[in-house]
């Protein structure tokens, strides 16, 4: 462990000389080769790397689940780590920046969901005892068919949410290599496969608590000096930016302060910044709602997180995980509208010309004239963020593939060895798809990322959640069910990705408004688990009494005499 | 015997799970009247509210848009008024910045003496601007010099001297979107600096959601004791 903490503070100090050595070159907005921010950037993949191998698994135990030895703290800081990905670190602020109190409705989606984890899924999870969203599905609905269905699933909904993902590493290395954003995504993959692949072998989850410190720290860290800089500090930005809000809805004449590229600090008033709804923004009050529901029943589905129960302990430990790792992103996402507000102002002039959104994070800092080393730390916490999710979600569609499809279907018989390689195999093909379908472009980050929200609304979470409360829920139910999510998800995808190509289906405006790509939750989850319930009650073949017994005593606990 | 192993969330079989049930459903009901309800007393409570500008743009509009009525004032007003949404910038769309940039400029082009018209006929120049600028009487300070600052950017070559019939129709409907929101008592009222809506949205829901956390992992943990409630295997 002391080995550990000097390898730490070594990098942590080269990092700190060689960035102030190059620290200039971060003054340029855009299209140039920016030094600093590279080093620091590789400095920090390193160090991810070397805790990695100071903390090696010993056995294959130990590398799935850590070892279950880790306390609700640490827990609760790996499932901030994983869950804090460049949606939230950067999508949030664009997303506040373009549509105002729209944007809201991702931080309270992103965060509301975790109350409904917890108070209805994570402890019975933990006590069904699986280690994979898949194995669940199987074992309680007793369907090879449905297990294989649950890791298709959970390796699409991976995937999607790496779309998102990648396309904020490909800004990120846009923004500090200063190269086409193609040729970014390119090489931002191959970086991302690389350490993947590397980190894959080792122990994950001590790594994650690192990334989070890391990640929290470079993002809130400017926000200090900001609030400082343009006289809006008191004890804390995320307390203090109200002034700042409020100003953006009265206007700011100039004389507070000047951007790094000499504009004033000033803004006309734009009450649409904060209003519920605003029409400028084009967005409704319903759009709002289903934005909102359908991320958080979205959380409460995705296998990655899901998956992240079966790693504690015990039950208590996945539920006091939840609150510690609860408030650990909480800290973000008090933080992520104090980006947008100062950015909406710094980034007003005219002369400065519309700049990519799910940028405006790093804009800002530089906008607000932050010492060029601090805006490099935060480009490079970004790119933490989103490749410490990239490699949890890689290292859970390969092993959704190479566990639950080809060890328990297609090859029971498959060796250690083989497992290994098909797991590796597995990676590369997803990542490789993965930066194919980020080229296209296709949104904003967080709506990218809102697409697997959805998917996972749709189609797991209601098979959890009637799985474990209701006992008469069957495998024809099941199926029923995930046909019914399912087809919905395929409408408004189909619709999506037509709307894209400029084809224009029937009724197309009102399956847009209604069955958004975004949000398409909102009625294919209630759907869904309506379908389950009435195709269970129709259907002669009951639950199997052993799944019954097992379900009421090992994860409810009844005493059944 | 096959009955006692049913397991229905609304139909608990041991005293724990009953109280487990009340306390999630009560946390649940929390919950939804928290997030939801609220957005639903803001979506009641709301009242389309003018921007200041906007009301300016009602009282000038008729008389700007019939060129004769219209005096020098009125038609400093309207550009005024139209400054105050292209300054909005990100937010305006791109059609509408092109409506907007016509009214603008034809507007302006109005205010000038019969042989100065040609300048904003032709591509527009610094010279334009400046003449712009002085003939809307936008100062070098305060919201004015932001106003002064879109200039530039928003003054485009002029055909004809008349406003386009389009612009004219597309006018009003781009004013009101932009300028027309939705405010009520809770959107007015300042808590900590914030408008109070925005306050409870960003930050208390927040808050609320790790304390709902923190009471269930407790009363959970008390409950699993009182009931004797073993979890592990």
């Known amino acids: 462990m002391n080995r550990l903490i000097k390898v730490i503070y070594a990098f942590l100090f080269l990092t700190i000389c060689t960035g102030t050595l190059f620290a200039q070159d971060a003054t340029k907005l855009e299209g140039e080769l920016k030094l600093g921010p590279a080093l620091i950037l590789i400095s920090i993949l390193i160090l991810f790397v070397l805790v990695g191998v100071f903390n090696r698994a010993k056995d294959t135990s130990t590398y799935w689940a850590a070892g279950r030895k880790i306390s609700p703290v640490g827990a609760g800081m790996a499932i901030a780590s994983n869950w804090m990905s460049a949606a939230s670190f950067l999508g949030m602020a664009a997303i506040m920046y373009g549509s105002g109190y729209h944007g809201l409705s991702y931080v309270v989606g992103w965060t509301g969901g975790y109350v409904l984890l917890l108070i209805l899924m994570a402890g019975q999870i933990r006590r069904y005892g699986k280690y994979t969203a898949a194995d669940f599905i199987g074992d309680r609905y007793y369907s090879k068919g449905l297990r294989v269905a649950g890791a298709c699933l959970a390796i699409f909904i991976s995937f999607t949410y790496c779309v998102g993902q990648f396309a904020g590493i490909g800004l990120m290395f846009k923004w500090i ?64 930016y109200g002034a700042v809000v409020s100003d953006i809805v009265n206007g700011i004449a100039p004389g507070k302060g000047i951007t790094a590229l000499g504009h004033d600090f000033a803004h006309l008033p734009a009450p649409e910044y904060a209003m519920p709804w605003d029409p400028a923004t084009g967005q409704t009050s319903f759009q709002w709602f289903a934005m909102c529901f359908s991320l958080m029943i979205g959380t409460a589905g995705l296998p990655h997180v899901i998956q992240r129960f079966y790693v504690v302990p015990r039950a208590r430990d996945a539920r006091w995980s939840v609150v510690w790792g609860l408030l650990f992103i909480c800290i973000l996402y008090w933080s992520a509208p104090v980006y947008s507000a100062f950015g909406k102002i710094l980034s007003s002039d005219p002369n400065i010309g519309p700049l990519s959104k799910d940028a405006i994070v790093v804009y800002t800092a530089q906008l607000g004239n932050l010492y060029p080393l601090i805006v490099g730390l935060l480009a490079a916490g970004a790119v933490s963020a989103a490749f410490s999710t990239v490699s949890g979600l890689l290292l859970a569609g390969a092993s959704a593939f190479s566990h ?25 093909i997803m990542a ?25 609304g749709c189609t797991i979470f209601p098979l959890f959640i009637l799985g474990i409360w209701w006992s008469g829920s069957n495998r024809a139910g099941a199926w029923g069910g995930l046909i019914a999510g399912s087809s919905v998800a395929l409408i408004a995808l189909v619709y999506f ?16 408004y209604y069955l958004n790509a975004w949000y398409f939750a909102l009625f294919g989850a209630p759907l869904a688990i309506i379908t389950n319930i009435v195709v269970s009650l129709l259907s002669k073949n009951k639950t199997p009494v052993e799944i019954k017994k097992f379900l009421a005593e090992q994860v409810h606990n009844y005493k059944v005499s | 015997m096959t009955q006692q192993y049913e397991v229905n969330f609304f139909k608990p079989h041991s005293e724990h799970a009953k109280a487990n049930k009340r306390v999630i459903i009560i946390l649940a009901v929390i919950w939804a009247v928290a997030v939801f309800g609220f957005q639903a007393l803001l979506l009641v409570l709301n009242k389309p509210t003018p921007e200041k500008s906007y009301t300016t743009f009602q009282s000038v509009w008729p008389q700007v848009v019939e060129d004769e009525a219209a005096t020098l004032e009125m038609k400093q007003n309207f550009a005024r008024s139209l400054l105050s949404v292209i300054g909005k910038n990100a937010v305006v769309k791109a059609p509408h910045k092109v409506v907007l940039s016509e009214a603008l400029s034809w507007t302006v082009l109005s205010m000038q003496p019969k042989d100065s018209v040609l300048i904003f006929q032709e591509k527009p120049r610094q010279e334009a601007f400046d003449i712009a600028i002085s003939s809307i009487g936008l100062e070098n300070s305060g919201f004015d010099k932001l106003m002064a600052n879109q200039i530039p950017f928003s003054i485009v070559k002029v055909e ?39 306050w409870y949205t960003a930050q208390f829901l927040l808050i609320m959601f790790v304390v709902l956390c923190l009471i269930y992992a407790v009363i959970t943990d008390r409950m699993n004791k009182k009931y004797d409630f073993v979890e592990e295997e």
């Not at chain 1, 709307?499 to 197309?508: D, E, F, M, R």
């Not at chain 2, 597309?170 to 808590?191: G, S």
Request: hydrophobic letters at 50%.
């Open chain 2, 160 to 198: 004809g001297t008349e406003i386009s019939p389009e612009c004219k129709e597309a006018i009003p409907a781009i004013m009101e979107r932009y300028l027309v929101h939705n405010r009520n008592a809770l959107t007015d009222t300042k808590f900590i600096g914030f408008p109070f809506h925005y």
């Open chain 1, 177 to 240: 290599l200063g190269i086409d954003k193609t040729v970014a995504i390119l090489i931002g993959a191959a970086v991302v496969l690389t350490y993947t692949l590397i980190s894959g072998m080792l122990g994950v989850t001590k790594n994650m608590q690192i990334q989070y410190v890391i990640i929290i720290l470079s993002f809130i860290l400017p926000l200090f000096i900001l609030a400082h800089k343009f006289g809006y500090f008191a004890f804390l930005p995320q307390v203090s």
């Open chain 1, 497 to 512: 990705i037509a709307g894209k190509n400029g084809t224009v289906l029937p009724a197309h405006e009102f399956i847009n």
């Open chain 1, 404 to 428: 639950d499809l080809y060890y328990k279907v297609i090859n029971p018989k498959a060796t250690d060895k083989t497992r290994m390689l098909t797991a590796r195999v597995g990676t590369i």
């Open chain 1, 432 to 456: 490789a798809g993965v930066a194919i379908v980020a080229l296209a472009n296709l949104g904003l980050i967080a709506q990218l990322v809102a697409v697997a929200f959805s998917l996972a």
